[in-house]
């Protein structure tokens, strides 16, 4: 059974920092491409970045372009979303997802396995 947690959620002020951590059971994420998507009220889904051996680690949301990086621990099988400089447009659900593939991509519809999510609020 594939089991995706993400973890490192919470409220922090503007300008501040979060690291989100995906953990994986069932799946070897080293395997997988790994994305980060967030959702906030009352919008889409929307990919922020991806991890794969194919394609490195793509930035999708041109918002977090130099303030959010993904990184992968294999030895845990854990997918990291450091978050820095964080701004109230950001205030989400943000969710990791696996796609079988060694390819990333920005679709929802692509990914195979998702996590619960975990809320990151920006407020002052």
């Known amino acids: 059974q594939v089991q995706l947690v993400e973890s490192g959620g919470g409220l922090v002020q503007p300008g501040g920092s979060l690291r989100l951590s995906c953990a994986a059971s069932g799946v070897t994420l080293d395997n997988y491409a790994i994305g980060w998507f967030r959702q906030a009220p009352g919008k889409e889904r929307e990919g922020v970045l991806c991890i794969s051996h194919s394609v490195g680690t793509p930035v999708y949301a041109d918002s977090v372009k130099g303030r959010f990086t993904i990184s992968r621990d294999n030895a845990k099988n854990t997918v990291y979303l450091q978050m820095n400089s964080l701004k109230p447009e950001d205030t989400a659900v943000y969710f990791c997802?696996?796609?079988?593939?060694?390819?990333?991509?920005?679709?929802?519809?692509?990914?195979?396995?998702w996590g619960q999510g975990t809320q990151v609020t920006v407020s002052s």
């Open positions: 997802a696996a796609r079988s593939s060694s390819w990333c991509s920005r679709r929802v519809n692509d990914y195979d396995y």
